[in-house]
């Protein structure tokens, strides 16, 4: 019993940061060769993928165990061949995804995220390389964040009203109609002056001055009738 309890603490707590610090070959060389491609483990070591072990090869594929030694110390041929060990097609190797290559090494583990996004007329739209923004263009490459809305929209979007109350992963014809009754909403209170947008914030205030009003305008009714009445008997009275 204690001997399933300690492996099974042992993998869930070991199995991220061994397959962190267990030697990475793409790291090793790429963090030796610096500059550029270097870059992307930077921003890596600073990502939720990171935190959740998600490797380089995780997503580029490739043999990240090949055996690299020091990087700077090879020669030319050796070099050649460690890279194009590690970095194969053969082995599943992909650098720079685009279309549906990209939604495919995503969809590795977002099926779901992947599954909105591709249906959402964004997605169509850079499937069909119509301008439509790729997952990278709104969660970066290596740091993989949920970015700000609307201020990652407002790159292509010069009106951004109401896009906080819709599903940015999931734009769709409904999505667009919404949004044109949260404009056409907007739009009418703008018209009407300052009363309708001061109605949310004293919405109590605005409730019991309705009351008042209503109970007024019920008196005056009452009022009408039984002056109307009134006069119907005086009229009678006449005859
Ligand atoms: C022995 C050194 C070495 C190893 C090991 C290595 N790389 Fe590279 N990698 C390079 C060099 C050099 C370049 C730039 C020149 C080129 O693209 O051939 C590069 C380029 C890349 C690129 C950019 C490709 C593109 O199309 O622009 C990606 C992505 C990449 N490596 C990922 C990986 C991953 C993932 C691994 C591990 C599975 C890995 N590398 C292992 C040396 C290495
Ligand atoms: C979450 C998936 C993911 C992980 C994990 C990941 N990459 Fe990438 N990487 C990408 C994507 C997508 C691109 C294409 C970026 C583009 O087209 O601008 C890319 C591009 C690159 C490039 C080319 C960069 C450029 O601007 O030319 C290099 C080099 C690279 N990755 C290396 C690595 C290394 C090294 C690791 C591990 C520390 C790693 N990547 C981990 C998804 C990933
Ligand atoms: C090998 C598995 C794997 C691959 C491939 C992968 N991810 Fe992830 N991703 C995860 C895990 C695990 C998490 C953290 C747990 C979670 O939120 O699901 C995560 C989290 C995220 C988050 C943050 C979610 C949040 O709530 O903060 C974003 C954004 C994301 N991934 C985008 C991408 C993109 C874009 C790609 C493709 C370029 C990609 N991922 C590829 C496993 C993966
Ligand atoms: C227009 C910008 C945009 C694009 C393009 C985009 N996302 Fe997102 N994504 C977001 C925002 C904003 C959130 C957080 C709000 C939400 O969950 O709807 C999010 C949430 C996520 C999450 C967290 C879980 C979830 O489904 O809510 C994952 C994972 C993710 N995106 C992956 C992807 C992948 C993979 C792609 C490409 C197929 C992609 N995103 C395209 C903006 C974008
Ligand atoms: C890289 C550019 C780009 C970014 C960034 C972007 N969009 Fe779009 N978006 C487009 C393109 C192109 C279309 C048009 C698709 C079509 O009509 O076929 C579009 C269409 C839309 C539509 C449909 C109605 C309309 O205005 O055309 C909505 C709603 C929308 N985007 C919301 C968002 C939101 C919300 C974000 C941020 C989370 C965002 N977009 C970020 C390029 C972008």
């Known amino acids: 019993m204690w001997a399933v309890c300690c492996t099974v603490f042992l993998v869930l707590s070991g199995s991220p940061a061994h397959a962190q610090q267990g030697r990475i070959a793409c790291i090793t060389c790429h963090e030796a060769l610096g500059g550029s491609l270097a870059k992307p483990i930077t921003d890596w070591r600073g990502s939720i993928h990171y935190q959740h072990g998600i490797t380089c090869d995780r997503c580029h594929g490739g043999n990240a165990k090949v055996e690299v030694g020091n990087v700077l110390q090879l020669s030319g041929p050796q070099f ?9 097609k053969a082995n599943g190797f992909v650098g720079k995804p ?21 249906g959402s ?3 169509i739209a850079y499937l069909q390389k119509k301008g439509g923004p790729s997952c990278i263009a709104c969660h970066q490459p290596h740091r993989n964040v949920i970015p700000e809305v609307p201020q990652v929209c407002s790159r292509c979007h010069k ?9 940015p992963m999931n734009v769709t014809d409904a999505s667009i109609t919404q949004l044109s ?4 909403q907007l739009a009418r209170e703008k018209t009407q002056g300052a009363r309708p947008s ?16 209503l109970a007024f305008g019920a008196i005056i009714f009452l009022f009408l009738i039984g002056y109307v009445v009134y006069a119907i008997f005086e009229k009678g009275d006449e005859k």
């Open 98 to 118: 685009s279309g549906k290559q990209l939604f495919a090494m995503c969809a590795k583990c977002h099926p779901a995220s992947v599954g909105r996004y591709a």
């Open 159 to 167: 009106d951004t009203t109401g896009f906080t109350q819709i599903d």
């Open 80 to 88: 050649a061949a460690i890279q194009s060990g590690a970095m194969s």
């Open 121 to 123: 007329v964004m997605g």
């Open 181 to 184: 009754n949260i404009r056409i």
């Open 198 to 213: 001061l109605a949310p914030r004293f919405a109590g205030e605005i409730g019991s001055f309705q009351v008042g009003l």
